[in-house]
């Protein structure tokens, strides 16, 4: 017999459930707590700083230029999109796939993706160079004739997806909080924040009609979900695909996207999820030793992915014979951009390998920087297939370089401030771990399920 | 309408519409399910269980058929295709045609992706407004029978107009299967 290790350590009854992670909100967290947040805050007002100084100069401050006209602001913005798809994934796919782990780290990947997706959405808009006529991407009825958006174009495609994406994304996460934000109105103390999550859960009164009905909503927008978030990063990589542009070109872009951002989400959720477990120890028994290694077994094997998609362009590239394309290819390894194209590899292909082994893969520094690598290499990833495609096209004439600016840096770091403050805020005011998710699944013998987790 | 009409109108359908009835209060959720069979058994039907987390068991003990929401998604996912498949082909071929890369005025691969997005959109929002009106949410004074029903307690609600309703029977059932508190309240 197999025997089945808990989901949640530590001989929990259902009311101590309801204690530890109320407690998170009810309390004033320690100094830990408050450094962080003061730091990413610090970060968030340089960010403010940077982007104001963009707005009102113009995008003559950032790099972009001919002939690289796409620069960080798309690279980052296809980064933080794709970290937003983990989130999705757990709390949809694996949802659907009845995978009873990600219970306890589902409502922290959802918050995840909408803050990912809420700082991506920034950077088309400052792409643009006037983000003030941002509104100009939605098909409304003007004074211009009405002229209508062009709707053959992938770049309204993803005006669409990413729009759709974020609104269901904070509805899903929301539906699920409800119950939680009940818990938390009827325990409070205090009139203010009984109102407070009052108003937020709705009136929620938990019986079992409704219960009936919340549970299909549920599940049909996990089965909503998992489609659009496969949709997304498809229609982000057919900003690249439906391109002329030898190294954009290429049909393999759809899945290679998603699997990429599948890995980098993960990536950045192991970093989180070590980080809370740091400044706040309780997560240990919910979030615990085997949920990091099942996301590092995902890690390493959308790392594969990734890496064979590396490895098909190339083959490709040989095999159809069209000389462009084949420069394309062989100037990104070996041409000016050889640094970020090897480093991409080592970080996304070569170091996850490391998970291989069962030491890694439970071993929370070694997770901890390997989910740093991942990150960086995923950002080089974009960056490669943008700049390196766009700086030496068809015409040696029009050869150039891609020269990143101080507000390049600034607008790429600031943007972790805006996500990490989000972040940091939400662990303090919500539940960050979904009570009414994680005590259905609670390990029947406890007794016998400490035994067990010893040896994972 | 004058705009104190409109906002008591509001108030009203915020406001919670409670009734009378009779409350079992259990901690251990498996003797709740059996209490509950015991109670439709005895001919309750409108009776109600209240439980922190979603069961399964419940809606068998309570006899609740499958949620007919999947059928409101159903619907309006299917309005929000034929209204994208309508929106681009209006917009792109009738309103204001204009060639754009020699492509047909209506490009329908190319208008799939928005069409997609306007399904899952329109389907995923109703299936939730459905859930909100089905339930009666929201409410800005739900009744709270135990705070505890959010944690870690479980409890049968059966209001007055039950088809079965006899408190001296019904706190027999409930303290038979192991009941910690039963009383006349309000839900």
């Known amino acids: ?456 | 309408m004058s705009l104190d009409n409109i906002v008591s109108k509001i108030e009203g359908i915020l406001r919670s519409k409670t009734k009378q009835g009779f409350v079992g209060i259990w901690e251990d959720e498996h003797k709740m399910i059996a209490a509950a069979h015991e109670a439709r058994k005895a001919g309750c039907t409108k009776f109600d269980a209240i439980t922190p987390f979603p069961m399964h068991a419940v809606d068998e003990a309570i006899g609740l058929k499958r949620s007919y929401i999947p059928w409101v998604t159903f619907i309006f996912g299917t309005a929000g295709c034929l209204f994208g498949i309508w929106f681009t082909w209006w917009t792109s071929a009738v309103d204001w045609p204009i060639i754009i890369g020699g492509k047909p005025m209506m490009s329908f691969p190319a208008f799939i992706p928005v069409i997609f997005e306007c399904t899952i959109l329109l389907a995923a929002l109703s299936s939730v407004g459905a859930l909100l009106f089905i339930c009666g949410l929201p409410k800005v004074d739900p009744p709270v029978i135990d705070p505890d029903l959010t944690s870690h307690k479980f409890a049968i609600f059966v209001p007055e107009d039950d088809t079965f309703y006899d408190t001296q029977k019904l706190e027999k059932i409930f303290k038979d299967h192991g009941a910690t508190d039963t009383r006349k309240t309000e839900f």
């Open chain 1, 1 to 456: 017999m197999i025997k089945r290790a808990p989901l949640v350590w530590g001989k929990k009854t259902y009311k101590d459930i309801t204690d530890d992670i109320s407690s998170l909100v009810e309390n004033v967290p320690g100094l830990p707590y408050f450094v962080t947040l003061l730091t990413a805050k610090g970060v968030l007002i340089f960010y403010l700083c940077v982007l104001a100084a963009i707005v009102v100069t113009g995008m003559g401050l950032m790099g972009v230029n001919s002939p690289v006209g796409w620069g960080t602001d798309i690279v980052t913005f296809v980064f933080w999109i794709g970290i937003g798809h983990a989130g999705t994934l757990i709390s949809a796919i694996l949802f659907l796939f009845r995978q009873k782990w990600r219970m306890s780290i589902a409502r922290s990947a959802e918050a995840m993706t909408v803050f990912a997706v809420m700082t991506a959405g920034l950077f088309p808009i400052l792409h643009t160079g006037r983000p003030w006529l941002a509104y100009w991407l939605l098909p409304y009825p003007n004074q211009r004739g009405p002229l209508w958006v062009n709707f053959r174009s992938p770049l309204i495609w993803d005006v669409f997806a990413v729009s759709t994406y974020a609104t269901v994304s904070i509805v899903f996460w929301y539906i699920g909080l409800v119950p939680d934000l009940a818990t938390i109105r009827d325990r409070a103390k205090n009139p203010l924040r009984k109102k407070i999550y009052g108003i937020l859960s709705l009136g929620w009164r938990g019986t079992g009609r409704n219960w009936n009905h919340y549970e299909m909503v549920y599940m049909l927008l996990a089965g909503l979900s998992t489609p659009l978030v496969l949709s997304v990063h498809s229609i982000v990589s057919f900003d690249f695909a439906v391109a002329q542009l030898p190294g954009w070109h290429t049909t393999i872009f759809p899945p290679y996207f998603v699997a990429g951002a599948i890995f980098s989400g993960f990536g950045m959720v192991v970093t989180l999820m070590v980080i809370i477990r740091e400044v706040v120890p309780k997560y240990k028994h919910y979030v615990t030793l085997n949920h990091m290694e099942n996301m590092n077994k995902i890690i390493m094997s959308t790392g594969l992915m990734v890496g064979y998609a590396y490895g098909s362009e190339f083959f490709i590239a040989w095999y159809s014979g069209a000389p462009y394309e084949q420069y394309a290819f062989v100037n990104r390894a070996f041409g000016p951009y050889w640094w970020a194209y090897w480093t991409m590899v080592t970080c996304n292909v070569f170091i996850p390998q490391l998970f291989w082994f069962k030491k890694f893969r439970r071993s929370i520094p070694a997770m901890f920087i390997i989910s740093i690598f991942v990150n960086i290499g995923m950002w080089f990833e974009r960056y490669v297939i943008t700049v390196t495609s766009l700086h030496r096209d068809f015409l040696p004439a029009n050869w150039g370089m891609f020269d990143m600016t101080f507000f390049d840096f600034g607008a790429l770091f600031g943007s972790f401030g805006m996500f990490f403050t989000l972040f940091l805020l939400y662990i303090r005011t919500l539940p960050s771990i979904s009570m009414a998710e994680v005590k259905p699944v609670l390990y029947v013998n406890r007794e016998e399920g400490d035994k067990i987790n010893v040896f994972g």
